[in-house]
């Protein structure tokens, strides 16, 4: 499996892959995620197939380490 570039994210704090997607906490609490979203796993509210750059999780509370 290749790398690829994605759009930057400012303020990264932690960063996580598990299998098709990778995941990325920022300053505050906000993660994004990118990669394959099968069945919406991304919790971007969206079924698209790929994600090439990251996008916002939608969280119903702040997401905290």
């Not at 930057?8 to 990118?34: E, H, N, Q």
């Not at 991304?42 to 509370?61: A, C, E």
Request: glycine content about 14%; proline content about 8%.
């Amino acid at each position: 499996m290749g790398s690829s570039r994605v759009l930057a994210l400012d303020g990264i704090v932690s960063v996580d892959a598990v299998g098709w997607f990778t995941c990325a906490m920022v300053d505050g609490g906000a993660p994004y995620c990118w990669g394959n979203n099968p069945n919406g796993i991304l919790g971007d509210g969206t079924w698209l197939s790929l994600r090439s750059n990251p996008v916002r999780v939608m969280m119903p509370v702040p997401f905290f380490q």
